[in-house]
């Protein structure tokens, strides 16, 4: 997992991560409080590998609990291929099982195929971060999407 985020995120025009710096002991610790109660980790394997991971985390607080915020990363070589739809709406699918009512997310203005899943999906757009990140040395809007369920 840790290689994996790493890898996309090295890429540096997908994640706000660019690396995980947490040892496997710590990325094990993350991974076992996905409860499926208040956070879904999911991940893909193809050919051997992982292809791609999305996670899901509901509000901590009994005012926010209905809303999750959600994550994805998919390995260069099977973009395009529909496993980051697959992903998303089996999240989406646990959101409405959990009785999460809205989904949010993040996703730099620049991924036009990124943007274009996620209104296949229902999102829409509920903010923008004018020049939140800087993607060779320009700034780029984070546009704050959501979907309610």
Known sequence: ?????????????????ERLNVTLKEEKAILR?????????LVAIVDGKIGGTADFSRGRQSNNRHVASCGIALRRDVRGLGLGKAM??????????????????GV??????????????????????????????????????????
Request: net charge positive.
């Open 108 to 149: 730099f203005a620049t991924n036009r195929n990124a943007r274009a899943l996620y209104r296949t999906l229902g999102f829409v757009r509920e903010g923008q971060l004018r020049g939140q990140v800087m993607l060779d040395r320009k700034p780029v809007d984070e546009l704050l999407l959501a979907v309610w369920l």
């Open 33 to 41: 409080r996905a409860d499926g109660e208040s956070r879904l980790y």
């Open 1 to 17: 997992m840790i290689s994996h985020v790493n890898a996309v995120g090295a890429e540096r025009v997908y994640l706000m991560t």
């Open 88 to 105: 998303m709406r089996a999240g989406l699918s646990w959101a409405r099982s959990v009785g999460i009512r809205k989904v949010t997310l």
